[in-house]
């Protein structure tokens, strides 16, 4: 199989630059330059190296450098931003910083003729993020690209295959940035697409079947897409030595403890321990109507019972994690270990100790999470499934959460969901939900006064959950959700539609 190294100099786009290549399907590997040698790059067999951006300057002592002789082993390698200032300073060229020099965002790029940019305009928005520049660009090289600013955004030396961009060709900024790492990859590298995302399934099976023989491994299922799929994969390398533990907390949503249990217990076969805490955790509830109260109540529910179950199976090796690429980013921690809480309410339990904590999925995005998943053969619903907070209904259920109010909110929540996918809008929403708030008001039915709760209906429309607008449902799709709802759910005499967007509300009520 061939593939592509992705040589970290601590960028922030590392990730994402092996996935742009991985999305060709050309498996890409990320490794810190100080991890591996140019010998064992060469052992390994790599068709090509990405050289990663960085925060530092070449010429600052502390800066992450590589031994020059990567430069004559025979590999392609496309230098990017920081990466490209190093094969600058490697090749002994000249890199500066002046005032004034500092480019940021979009940037109106020149190109030539080269193979790097067949079918790239010869102007063209690049995205640019640097202050350090390449003012004399070494001896072998040619410049290929500038800008207004920057006499050299990007050169090559065609002979040894090597090629530098200031300009970040990764982001989707960047408007031919494809072209440009298809060009590498392909024109450059001569790759050949022979990687697939059931070769991530097969190579970590196997490396777990390896790296986990005879251990006893535990996970806490939630039924969401991540934990979800590492089960799976999990279940596919040790089979029984994997104890899935789910918390049905009573929080969820219509019918969803049964369905995970269902699927993942009798579908899939894995070993599966349900734990029935509904009337646990609303006993801890009651009375509390303050929001964060609620979350850490849940949390810390949420690992006592997990620690409980824990230690009824005697001693765990290793704990795994269906920490994915995105909360790697939000922690800000990088390399480090990022403990993902169960279900985002609770930290890590500490009662139980493991050896090891693993994580399947920490290179993945979400959507490559969910090809995982539908490689595995995980139910779409589920792989699709939108997102729903780890405090579960907790959240939707304004004021005093009682089993009153909860059931409500799930046959009402249950009925507008089905509204939306009957209706073919469930691609044009990305999170749909009911949320039962504490107010009550007067109603008519039949001849007689009903005194019932008011639901509001909530869909948004967003890229990243940062932001998000109010989705512009039919109004006879509400109609019909309203009418249903007030007519099956007894308690609800009133439905409202939340029309407000992020900012300035949030998605959730609470
Ligand atoms: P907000 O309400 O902050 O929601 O605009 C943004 C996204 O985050 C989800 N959300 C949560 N997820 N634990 C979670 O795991 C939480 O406590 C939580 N609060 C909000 C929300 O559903 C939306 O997708």
Known sequence: MDKILVLDFGGQYNQLIARRVRANQVYAEILPYNKISTQEIKDKGYKGIIFTGGPN???????????????????????ICYGDQLMAYMAKGEITS?????????????????????????????????????????????????TEKCPCAAMCDESRKLYGVQFHPEVTHTEFGSEILRNFIFKVCECKQDWKMSDFVETSVNKYKEELAGKKVLLALSGGVDSSVAAVLLNKAIGDRLVCVFVDHGLLRKDEGDFVEKTFGHGFGINLIRVNAQERFLSKLEGVTEPEKKRKIIGEEFIRVFEEEAKKLGKIDVLVQGTIYPDVIESGKGDSAVIKSHHNVG?????????????????????????????????HELVWRQPFPGPGLAVRVIGEITK??????????????????NNGLEQSTNQYFAVITNTRSVGVMGDARTYGY???????????????????????VLGEASRRITNEVKGITRVVYDITSKPPATVEWE
């Open 57 to 79: 300057s070449v010429y600052d002592e502390k800066s992450p450098h590589f031994n020059p002789d990567i430069l004559d082993a025979g590999i392609p390698i496309l230098g």
């Open 98 to 146: 002046a005032e004034n020099s500092s480019e940021y965002g979009k940037t109106i790029l020149f190109t030539e003729k080269n193979v790097l940019f067949e079918d790239v305009a010869e102007k063209s928005i690049c995205w640019m993020s640097h202050t350090d520049f390449i003012k004399q660009a070494p001896e072998g090289f040619r410049i290929i690209a500038h």
């Open 454 to 476: 008011t639901v509001v209906l909530r869909a948004v429309t967003t890229d990243d959950f940062m932001t998000a607008e109010w989705t512009r449902i039919p109004f006879e």
């Open 347 to 379: 930290g890590l339990p500490s009662v139980i100790s493991f050896e090891q904590i693993v994580e399947p999925l920490r290179d993945l995005f979400k959507d490559e999470v969910r090809e995982v998943g539908t490689q595995l053969g995980i139910p």
């Open 404 to 421: 009153e109010k909860l059931d409500m909110l799930r046959e009402a929540d249950a009925i507008f969901r089905e509204e939306v996918i």
